[in-house]
């Protein structure tokens, strides 16, 4: 059980877990776009700090239980994005919005099962007042270089850091 008290950064500490390198996009767009308090964060996959892919079909090569492992680690990269943007995961205020695709075959229909992955892990780093978000899980035919899931993410940033980034301080 994480402590109360703790912030982001260190939650994920408590869990184990650490943040690996911010990737460079696979084609001409932003890895982040703040507007406002909103950070976008572009999709991510499931690539490894050493930059393994997860491939497969959901419900064919690979089980519901690894890809929901997939959607975990596609978030460990969603927040490793909004720490490169912001400098520091605890600048987030709040998970707002969560959009999850799934590599599926035609018959699967457990994607909120496996994006959950990804929720669940939002949840343990922020708690439930900062970590509970909005949330769409669909399949999919196909995703870039046939990657398990791909997540993308909507952020509230702390209002202080907003000023500060816009501000040049």
Known sequence: MIQDGLDPAGRLAALGLTLPPARKPIANFSATKLCGHLLYISGQGPVTADGRRFTGKVGADVSVDEAYEHAKLTGLNLLSAASAALGSISAIAEIVKI????????????????????????????????????????????LPNQITVEVEMIVRVDREIVLKMTSGA
């Open 99 to 142: 959009l999850g695709f799934v590599n599926a075959v035609p018959e699967f229909t457990d994607h909120p099962r496996v994006i959950n992955g990804c929720s669940d892990l939002m949840l343990a780093v922020f708690g439930h007042d900062r970590g509970s978000h909005a949330r769409s899980a669909i399949g999919v035919g196909s």
